[in-house]
């Protein structure tokens, strides 16, 4: 028999091949962290809410839940 690595044990190394990035999707990726990195600190930069809902703005993603109950606006 011929002897080949299991799928599996590979796996388990955490040896996973990486691609080449081309220039322009490490330029992307570069400008992408740039972006998080403005808003991240951008969004230290607000007043911190007193007796808020907590959590993410949901003005952001379209709707309001309160309790499970969802209301869109």
Known sequence: MTEQPSKTAA???GEKPRKT???EARRALA???A?????REAEAQLPK???GRGGKEPGRY?????????SDF
């Open 35 to 39: 972006r998080r990195q403005e808003y």
């Open 62 to 70: 379209g709707d309001w839940e309160v309790k499970g109950l969802a």
């Open 11 to 13: 796996a388990a190394e």
């Open 49 to 51: 809410e007193i007796g």
């Open 31 to 33: 400008e992408a962290e």
């Open 21 to 23: 990035l081309t220039p």
